[in-house]
């Protein structure tokens, strides 16, 4: 019985099944209301209508001198937005969890989520250009075509993505109930700091959202691509054990003087002809007719 326990505690854990998201009609469904939304959102940014009208509104109120007793805290909240660190901790997470599952799913998911996000985001903030309100330069313009890079906002669409991330490769159904609810309040709260501290309008926080969003929902369809590229990261892996293995057995172990194995036999290891102990010379017959005994040598004194 005792046997039976220490060899389930010695058994490696088993990983759990990991379910791969599909595209399935409400995934659809969402993706193509959130590409309406995106287009919306720009299509009235172009045209500079009321939602631009909104922005200068909210920009010229300035939420944080109507209460600057929360600047402090939400100057620190909005790193919960920025590229580098988000990505960091969630990596850390992720990575930790790929070693448990015996999988890099989920490394190669966030790596191909901030991808996307880079191309598709980065994309369309350089080709539109739009400045952000410390930057305005004329009042109730959408400040296009200008040299900006805000439009849609970085932090936000990159919160809703990272965030959003350990809820997409969550294991059960709960906790992916769970993880959805703490990333969209941590991408609702990024993107109303920005509007708070005056670094986006409230256009560009809608703008990320639905961008982040749509990268999220788009993220099934790269699962192929992801699969052939663990075979193939694992596939190098295994060759690279090989040869290493294949090097071990060719190398010694342990230096020849520190009694490892030897190449060749060394003089030591080498048969030598057997000595006969000192006491045995004495019962040899040669032995006792070349030494003369004791009696002869008392006589031969005598004489003397």
């Known amino acids: 019985m005792r046997t039976d326990i220490f060899a389930r505690l010695d058994r490696e854990p088993v990983p759990p099944k990991i379910e791969v998201p599909r595209m399935t009609r409400t995934r659809l469904a969402l993706f193509g209301g959130t590409s309406a939304f ?110 900006g890079d805000i439009f849609p906002s970085g932090h936000t669409a990159n919160a809703v993505v990272t965030w959003g991330i350990l809820a997409y490769l969550a294991t059960t159904p709960r906790a992916r109930r769970y993880l959805s609810a703490l990333s969209a309040v941590v991408a609702l709260g990024v993107g109303l700091t920005t509007v708070y501290l005056g670094t986006h309008w409230l256009s560009d926080v809608l703008l990320g959202w639905a961008a982040g969003l749509l990268i999220l929902l788009a993220l099934p369809w790269c699962e192929p691509v992801i699969a052939v590229v663990e075979a193939w990261v694992l596939a190098q892996r295994d060759r690279i054990r090989e040869r290493l293995r294949a090097r071990r057995r060719l190398v010694p172990s342990l230096p020849v003087a520190s009694g490892g194995p030897r190449l060749f036999p060394a003089p030591a290891d080498r048969e030598e002809p057997a000595r006969e102990p000192v006491g045995a010379a004495a019962s040899h017959p040669r032995a006792a007719r070349s030494r003369p005994s004791s009696d002869r040598l008392a006589g031969r004194a005598r004489r003397r």
Not at 108 to 128: P, Y
Request: no cysteine; net charge positive.
């Open 38 to 147: 995106y287009l919306i959102v720009v299509v009235a940014v172009l045209l500079s209508t009321w939602l631009v009208t909104l922005d200068w509104k909210i920009m010229l109120f300035r939420p944080y001198q109507q209460w600057p007793e929360l600047h402090a805290f939400l100057d620190y909240y909005v790193v919960l937005g920025q590229r580098g660190p988000t990505a960091v901790m969630v990596a850390a997470w992720l990575g930790w969890r790929s070693w448990r599952q015996h999988t890099l799913r989920p490394l190669l998911s966030l790596g191909a989520a901030l991808l996307l996000l880079n191309v598709t985001v980065g994309a369309v903030k350089l080709g539109l250009g739009r400045l952000g309100p410390h930057y305005a330069t004329q009042v109730g313009s959408a400040e296009l075509f200008a040299g």
